[in-house]
């Protein structure tokens, strides 16, 4: 994937289990790092264009600093099968990833436990997942070929609120 900040700015999975950043005026990796298993997917953080998660067949998400690749800044651990994609929001506080574990997560940057788990009854493995441009919805695509709609605030309401619940706010 592009990195939001630096056009020019590549990261990239392979299946030798190595995270490359590559820069397109170069013909050559500026930076490489193998980790223990394979890694499914890359997105660069849209706020801080130096980070960026990865997500790992070893049920884990990794989150990176370009400038030290050597240790992640941290590992986000609550699947418990391997993590397929991940997605930053709009406003890069928090990023959502898919899972063979048939679940949507939803973490923030800075924490190392997911903030919420989107699950459905005949909801099977958890292929891609995106955030809505306005940060208030989660879209995912599983091996059922259905494309779910999640709100991103679980407990956020929809629609018109009534004279009762407005006032109470």
Request: net charge positive; proline share 4%; aromatic share 10%.
């Amino acid at each position: 994937r592009f990195n939001p900040a630096e056009p020019a700015l590549i990261a990239s999975t392979a299946v030798d289990r190595s995270i490359g950043l590559y820069d397109l005026r170069g013909n050559s990796a500026i930076r490489k790092v193998l980790l223990t298993m394979r890694s499914n997917a890359v997105c660069w953080n849209p706020i801080q264009p130096l980070n960026f998660t990865v997500a790992n067949e070893d049920c884990n998400l990794y989150t990176f600093d370009m400038r030290k690749l050597n240790v992640a800044l941290q590992r986000h651990w609550d699947h418990v099968m391997a993590v397929l994609d991940v997605s930053y929001s709009p406003n890069g506080a928090e990023f959502v990833s898919a899972s063979y574990d048939q679940t949507v997560r939803l973490w923030s940057v800075d924490q190392q436990r997911s903030r919420d788990v989107y699950h459905g009854k005949r909801m099977q493995r958890v292929l891609c997942c995106q955030f809505s441009p306005d940060s208030r919805f989660i879209f995912s695509g599983s091996e059922d070929t259905n494309i779910r709609v999640w709100k991103a605030k679980s407990d956020q309401k929809l629609g018109v609120l009534s004279d009762r619940e407005r006032h109470a706010s």
